[in-house]
Every structure is written in C-alpha cells, then in structure tokens.
C-alpha cells in the first residue's frame, strides 16, 4: 500500500465560525486571522494505492461554482486537484473509487464537472465507485435549513445519476470493519449526521483522515467546536472518545483542513488529550 496527499486547493473561512462560541483571543493563537477574520484553510485529500485499486478521500471544492461563489472564500495558493494527482504520477481517470466523508461542497464539489459544451454535468472520476452511506445521502439530498447551503445539489445529484454511487454499511456501534474498502470507519453525527472517518491500517501505523470530526491542530481543545456543527454536544463527545482512542493507539492524525499542520499524533495529559507531534506526510508516507 501506498499512501499520497493531495491537495486540492487552500481558501479562507471565517475564523468565528470556524471556532464557534470560543473567543478570538483563544483560537487566533493557533489560528491566526488576517484583517477580514479569515483564516487559512486547506483541502487536503489523501490518495490511496492498493493494489490494483486507487481510493481517493474526499476532492476539495471543485471548479465548476461561479466567481461570485469562489469569490466568498478567497482562494489562495497553486495547489490543484489535478496538479496534485500528476504530481504522484496519477490522472483522474486511474482513480477506481472516490470515498466522501460527506457531502458539504468544501469535501465533494470536484465529483462532479461541466460537461464539454457546459449544459449538464457528469462524473470528474469516470471510472469510479462512489461511496457514502443512505442515512447520509437522505440527509444531504432533503437538507435542513441550517446546512442546505453546503449541500449543493449539483455536487451530489449527479452522482447518483451516474450510476456510480455506492453505499457503504452503517454499523450498529460507531466503527465500522469495511472489507470492501479496506481500512475502518469511525462514524461521528455531531458536525453533520454519519459524517464518516477512515483509519487506515499504513504498515505499523494507523491513519485517521479527520475530516471536518477534527479541522485543525486548533481544533484539539474539546470546547473548540465550530459554528458549522449541527450538534456541537454531540461532537464534543465524539472528538472526546476519538482522540482518548488516538493518543491510546498512538494513531497519526491526518489533518484535511489545517494549512499548516499535515499530520498530528496527540497525547493524554492530566487537564486532557493534547498535541504530541507534528509530522509532514512525507516523513509518515515512506
């Protein structure tokens, strides 16, 4: 097996909303905003090659939105899907399944292109499976007021369209033994509902693509939950559980939208689990 990052574009968010009810003078210390409040944010994939098999996990925002649409989160930096993807020898068209953590247009907006003449949309991934989960899906496809704004419907209608959507198991307990794929799931409901965590066994290692469960080194405090969470209680026992279990295991922490930071492990301290190591990811992806 062989593991790849794979940037897919940086922009800004509001560094409030990123950080919910924790005051500024807290989370600019780790997160430092510019004039505007805006933070820096990755989109950052992780490509897997097993195999005969190429799984990417998650495909950043896309460029399909119009300039008004981009325009609000002001993009910085070169890095591109499909740079990214060259860079470690690959195209999309090698890629065999694209696993969504879920469905917010930050996490699977590059699913889904224009087509050549721009009057319809088709798969970015032609010869890709698809895989989320029904609960999930049922939950993006009849959004709640609060997150219908990240749940754009041509990001993830046509995927179903395609005929390339699969779904993964949901699990009576909240971890997941996916053979299909692979590697386990952690499935956390407090930033949006069966929101999904890959672990994936990397020779004596486990990675954890954190996903939107933990956003940035910033993030580790338990009370540091964002704005954008639908039940921030819930995603404060969730993180609570997961990271006990990663400083346990000593589990590396692939971090998707710190812009800075790649990879984490943490460790248990008396007030709490707190940062241990950083890491770039090629001196874990060897």
Not at 104 to 125: L, M, R, V
Not at 269 to 278: A, G, I, P
């Amino acid at each position: 097996m062989n593991l790849y990052p794979v940037n897919a574009g940086n922009l800004k968010l509001d560094g409030g909303a990123m950080f919910g009810v924790v005051p500024k003078s807290l989370w600019n210390r780790t997160n430092p905003a510019d004039a505007n409040n805006m933070i820096d944010i990755a989109t950052r994939c992780l490509l897997i090659e097993n195999g005969k098999r190429l799984i990417l996990i998650d495909n950043g925002m896309g460029n399909k939105q119009s300039e008004k649409f981009y325009g609000y989160y002001h993009l910085w930096g070169d890095f591109s899907l499909d740079s990214s993807l060259k860079k470690h020898g690959f195209h999309r068209d090698d890629i065999t399944d694209v696993f969504l953590t879920h469905l917010h247009f930050d996490h699977c907006g590059g699913s889904i292109q224009w087509n050549k003449d721009k009057t319809g949309y088709e798969p970015a991934f032609k010869n890709a499976h698809y895989w989320s989960n029904k609960d999930h899906w049922l939950w993006a496809t009849q959004p709640n007021r609060r997150e219908k704004a990240s749940f754009l419907s041509e990001n993830i209608l046509p995927i179903e369209e395609s005929g390339q959507l699969k779904f993964t198991t949901i699990p009576d307990t909240n971890i997941l033994k996916n053979s299909a794929l692979d590697f386990d799931i952690f499935f956390a409901n407090g930033h949006t509902d069966k929101q999904m965590i890959p672990m994936i066994q990397y020779q004596d290692k486990t990675i954890a693509f954190m996903a939107d469960l933990l956003p940035t080194v910033g993030h580790l405090p338990l009370p540091f939950v964002m704005g954008y969470d639908t039940r921030p209680l819930l995603t404060l026992d969730e993180k609570e559980f997961f990271l006990n279990m990663a400083a346990e295991n000593n589990t590396y922490l692939f971090l998707q939208h710190d812009a800075h930071h790649e990879i984490i492990t943490v460790q248990k301290t008396e007030k709490s689990v707190r940062l241990k190591n950083t890491y770039k990811t090629e001196d874990i992806f060897k």
